[in-house]
């Protein structure tokens, strides 16, 4: 089993930065893809960035392409997503996900959120 930790979420103004990591802290992502979400008051879930852990091109929506960036640390089994010239658009609860095979896109397993807060 896998089980992801969040954190890195916080208030800042617009214009500035966080970083989330998303790390597993038993078991491995191994194979699994993970996928970056964030969810708004009276909003449906959007998916923000999807990374391959074996490699492979990232996705990022189009809201946050250029601003947001997905990396990773294979060493430490953490992937983080660096958010930067963050708009009150952005306030959001973000969540990372991961997707075991056989990659059905119903992702398993959850991390518990973090607030992301931008003000204006």
């Known amino acids: 089993q896998v089980q992801l930790v969040e954190s890195g979420g916080g208030l800042v103004q617009a214009g500035g930065s966080l970083r989330l990591s998303c790390a597993a802290s038993r078991g491995t992502f191994s194979r699994y893809t993970i996928g970056w979400f964030r969810q708004a008051p009276g909003k449906e879930r959007e998916l923000v960035a999807r990374s391959p852990w074996s490699g492979g091109n990232t996705y990022y929506s189009e809201s946050v392409k250029g601003r947001f960036t997905v990396s990773r640390d294979n060493a430490k089994n953490t992937v983080y997503l660096q958010m930067n010239s963050l708009k009150p658009e952005d306030t959001a609860e973000y969540y990372c996900?991961?997707?075991?095979?056989?990659?059905?896109?119903?992702?398993?397993?959850w991390g518990q959120g973090t607030q992301v807060t931008v003000s204006s």
């Open positions: 996900a991961a997707d075991p095979p056989p990659w059905d896109t119903k992702y398993d397993y």
